[in-house]
């Protein structure tokens, strides 16, 4: 069966850090684009990073303080959090698409994501 499996969520101050990995087993994804999405309490499940072969995007509310990356021998996927913010408190889940990129903007679409993993909660106080 296919799995993944976010860790290293916590609690930080804002203007921390914090590093997020997603561990993938059951199949290879190193030719999937894999993403992270977050999710507030109260809010809709919202985009924030995703990486393909070719190429990385982020939503606008974090970039420059986050980095998306990929260890395919791994078969894991990181998010690394800097410059924290109150904001930023929400739950993260790792998702893996069934393709090798997507055309246009269709990376911000969670339906267009297949596996998911079941989130890790990141809480950033003031």
């Known amino acids: 069966q296919v799995q993944l499996v976010e860790s290293g969520g916590g609690l930080v101050q804002a203007g921390g850090s914090l590093s997020l990995s997603c561990a993938a087993s059951?199949?290879?994804?190193?030719?999937?684009?894999m993403g992270w999405f977050r999710q507030a309490p109260g809010k809709q499940r919202e985009f924030v990073a995703v990486?393909?072969?070719?190429?990385?995007n982020y939503a606008d509310s974090v970039k420059g303080r986050f980095t998306i990356s990929r260890d395919n021998n791994q078969n894991t996927l990181y998010l690394e959090m800097s410059v924290l913010k109150p904001e930023d408190t929400a739950v993260y889940y790792c998702?893996?698409?069934?393709?090798?990129?997507?055309?246009?903007?269709?990376?911000?679409?969670?339906?267009?994501?297949?596996?998911w993993g079941q989130g890790t909660q990141v809480t950033v106080s003031s």
């Open positions: 998702a893996a698409a069934t393709t090798y990129y997507f055309r246009s903007s269709n990376y911000i679409d969670p339906n267009k994501y297949t596996y």
């Open positions: 059951g199949r290879s994804f190193s030719g999937n684009a």
């Open positions: 990486i393909s072969r070719g190429s990385t």
